[in-house]
């Protein structure tokens, strides 16, 4: 192989620039060339690319977000458009593709690999770590880290008013972020998709969790069922008379930051991995991180299989403690 193609496609997360490095690195030492597809699919249709030397890919390691950018692209779910896409890469001569981002990113990998009769390799890269077959995600490590970050400042000014808190993270539809921050930032209780509760149970036993106490968290996933964090806030109001309620969204803040170790070692580990599969005639695979091994899954399997956070049992007994049901 002498040509190999990479994209970041879907959301930004930190450690996305790590895994670049490495691809660009490792196949510059495998003497193959390694071609950057700007801003996703939609790069692949409008001929952005771009071949990477070693000076491009000097002192991003410690950088967010993504150098050579990201997309949503609708055009890409018309064939039309994949027909310029493939032209494209067909043009310039690339033999193999690196997919870098989630379920919806790998979707349009196998597509194209179908189509094209291109090896594609994926690599998880989502804050919401919500890709089947992986412990981490590259992204979440980090994103996690400033919520509780985020978490500890909001418990100061919480104390100092005695209010109930009620903080909204990230995740789609998926509670990791919320569990994991609420474990780490020792909140009172946990609302994610995952788990359904009644509301009026909940602010009793808030009620029961803020005596004594100066400062009250609740962790609401952005997915939950019964709205966000002012969502929730209000439903409970009528419920919480006299109590001093507060609500906060991270929002977008929680995608951005340099990233932690721990993201920058699996991203490039990952990245490396990605180019030695292509190198050696692999294709519809997911690189994972595993039990702390990096391996490998079908790439369908990481697009097709759900996971919760809830099927690791020491996260459930955790979450019971913290549920107020």
């Known amino acids: 192989m002498k040509k190999i193609g990479f994209l970041t496609s879907g959301g930004d997360s930190p450690g996305m620039n790590a895994c670049i490095r490495a691809i660009v690195k490792s196949s510059l030492n495998s003497k193959i060339k390694p071609i950057a597809i700007y801003d996703g699919y939609k790069g692949m249709i409008e001929n952005h690319f771009k071949e990477m030397k070693y000076d491009d890919v000097n002192n991003i390691i410690q950088l967010g977000g993504t150098i050579i950018g990201t997309a949503r692209s609708e055009e890409f779910k018309i064939i039309d458009y994949r027909k310029k896409a493939i032209q494209n890469l067909q043009n310039a001569n690339i033999e193999g593709l690196i997919v870098i981002g989630g379920d919806g990113t790998f979707t349009g990998a196998t597509i194209l690999s179908k189509e094209m009769n291109i090896p594609i390799i994926g690599v998880p890269a989502t804050i919401d770590n919500d890709i089947y077959g992986t412990d981490?995600?590259?992204?979440?490590?980090?994103?996690?880290?400033?919520?509780?970050?985020?978490?500890?400042?909001?418990?100061?000014?919480?104390?100092?008013?005695?209010?109930?808190f009620f903080i909204e993270v990230m995740g789609r539809n998926s509670g990791?972020?919320?569990?994991?921050?609420?474990?780490?930032?020792?909140?009172?209780?946990?609302?994610?998709?995952?788990?359904?509760?009644?509301?009026?149970?909940?602010?009793?036993?808030?009620?029961?969790?803020?005596?004594?106490?100066?400062?009250?968290?609740?962790?609401?996933?952005?997915?939950?069922?019964?709205?966000?964090?002012?969502?929730?806030?209000?439903?409970?109001?009528?419920?919480?008379?006299?109590?001093?309620?507060?609500?906060?969204?991270?929002?977008?803040?929680?995608?951005?930051?340099?990233?932690?170790a721990l993201d920058r070692i699996i991203s490039t580990?990952?990245?490396?991995?990605?180019?030695?599969?292509?190198?050696?005639?692999?294709?519809?695979?997911?690189?994972?991180?595993?039990?702390?091994?990096?391996?490998?899954?079908?790439?369908?399997?990481?697009?097709?299989?759900?996971?919760?956070?809830?099927?690791?049992?020491?996260m459930f007994l955790l979450e019971k403690m913290l549920t107020l049901e």
């Not at 005639?281 to 759900?306: A, E, F, R």
Request: hydrophobic letters at 40%.
């Open 176 to 260: 990791f972020i919320a569990l994991h921050a609420a474990i780490a930032g020792g909140a009172e209780s946990v609302l994610i998709p995952e788990i359904t509760g009644n509301l009026e149970h909940l602010a009793k036993e808030i009620k029961n969790k803020n005596k004594g106490k100066r400062s009250t968290i609740v962790i609401v996933a952005e997915g939950e069922e019964k709205g966000g964090a002012f969502e929730i806030m209000k439903k409970l109001k009528p419920f919480l008379v006299g109590y001093d309620l507060r609500s906060s969204v991270l929002g977008h803040i929680q995608r951005g930051g340099k990233p932690s």
């Open 136 to 164: 981490n995600s590259i992204g979440f490590d980090t994103a996690l880290n400033t919520v509780v970050e985020a978490i500890d400042k909001i418990r100061d000014t919480a104390s100092s008013h005695h209010r109930i």
């Open 269 to 314: 580990k990952m990245g490396a991995k990605a180019v030695d599969l292509l190198s050696n005639n692999k294709t519809d695979l997911m690189v994972c991180y595993k039990n702390q091994q990096i391996s490998t899954i079908p790439i369908i399997d990481g697009i097709s299989k759900k996971i919760s956070p809830m099927e690791n049992e020491d």
